[in-house]
């Protein structure tokens, strides 16, 4: 997607925004991208506004920054109502590691926002993360793990969150199945997603009004302070997303 957006970045930052961390990648902007549509106020932390803007609707607003840099991770988060963290990782280790970004970052983030009146912190995260036998804890610098600490330090934190565990991530088409939700870690391998499914979910959790494609037991009160993993089930309509319990378990601690 191309438009003529001018980056600009914008101190003091608009109350009320939902802030997209990862915003240009290939969850983050499918997502951002539903978010707009349905006229919510979006700002993304971003490295590059001018790549950025080539990417992202014009009603984004972008902050320029980094999140191995704590007090622009910060500064993008003054005001806002809802996060999403969707960043992914350019390497296993120094410069963008996993360790930087889905532990260190998501740990500065929480604590930025620890005392604020902001009502939901979205993580995405990956199933496997409890399985120390998990082949990507072998053979990608222990990655799951780093995610796994990020998602500890969210719920040490006490923000109000939902952490998503995503299976088998894919750039298939979305919609052509619905989305299974499930609790406990228990499955590895053999389920996949669409990216394109997981964005569209993800946007439902973040908008305040509510989602609108979850089984109708849902609301916004039964998904805060949960973790589960997510993937397509052709059982389900696509473009909905269901769970096999009227209501999500709470996170215990740690």
Do not use: Y
């Amino acid at each position: 997607m191309t438009n003529d957006h001018t980056p600009e970045i914008l101190p003091p930052m608009t109350d009320g925004d939902i802030l997209v961390l990862g915003a240009t990648g290939r969850v983050g902007a499918p997502m951002v991208a539903h978010l707009c549509a349905r006229g919510l106020p979006v700002r993304a932390l971003v490295r590059d506004a001018g790549h950025a803007a080539s990417l992202l609707p014009a009603t984004v607003q972008l902050v320029e920054g980094d999140l191995r840099d704590h007090d622009a991770i910060e500064h993008a988060a003054q005001g806002c109502q809802r996060i999403a963290f969707v960043a992914g990782v350019n390497g296993l280790a120094g410069r963008g590691s996993s360790h930087e970004i889905e532990f260190a970052a998501v740990s500065a983030l929480a604590e930025a926002v620890r005392d604020t009146q902001m009502d939901r912190f979205l993580l995405l995260s990956s199933a496997g993360v409890t399985q120390p036998e998990h082949p990507h804890n072998c053979t990608f610098g222990s990655v799951l793990s780093c995610k796994r600490r990020g998602e500890e330090a969210l719920r040490a934190s006490a923000v109000p969150h939902v952490i998503l565990r995503a299976l088998g991530l894919r750039d298939l088409a979305g919609g052509t199945q619905g989305v299974r939700m499930v609790q406990g870690d228990r499955i590895a391998f053999g389920e996949v997603i669409a990216r394109d499914d997981l964005a569209a979910m993800m946007a439902d959790i973040a908008d305040p009004a509510g989602g609108r494609h979850f089984a109708s037991e849902f609301d916004q009160a039964s998904l805060t302070g949960a973790t589960f993993e997510v993937f397509n089930d052709a059982a389900i309509p696509g473009g909905t997303w269901n769970h096999a319990h009227p209501a999500l378990q709470s996170d215990g601690a740690g």
